[in-house]
């Protein structure tokens, strides 16, 4: 699996996997329970991970939606 995004913010995490979804590509959110750890003040960022094979469409479906990738 490769990280497609990383954000602290949980509705372009929700909003990029409804996309993903759209397009027929799966995904897993990695760092999802890492609020345990941090008070739920939410400062660890959650990474969106695809498979090797559709990190290419991922990325073309999250530019498309101006979803900024951080790279």
Same mark, same amino acid.
Do not use: W, Y
């Given at each position: ?7 602290? @913010?949980?509705?372009?995490? =929700?909003? =990029?996997? =409804? ?6 590509? *799966?995904?897993?959110?990695? @760092?999802?329970?890492? /609020?345990?750890?941090?008070? /739920? ?10 498979? @090797? @094979? *559709?990190? =290419?469409?991922a990325e073309r479906?999250?530019?498309d939606n101006d ?5």
């Amino acid at each position: 699996m490769k990280e497609l995004l990383r954000t602290n @913010d949980p509705t372009v995490i =929700a909003f =990029a996997s =409804a996309l993903l979804s759209g397009e027929g590509i *799966d995904c897993f959110q990695f @760092d999802v329970n890492m /609020s345990v750890l941090e008070g /739920s003040i939410g400062i660890l960022p959650r990474r969106l991970m695809v498979h @090797d @094979d *559709d990190l =290419a469409r991922a990325e073309r479906a999250m530019r498309d939606n101006d979803i900024d990738l951080g790279r």
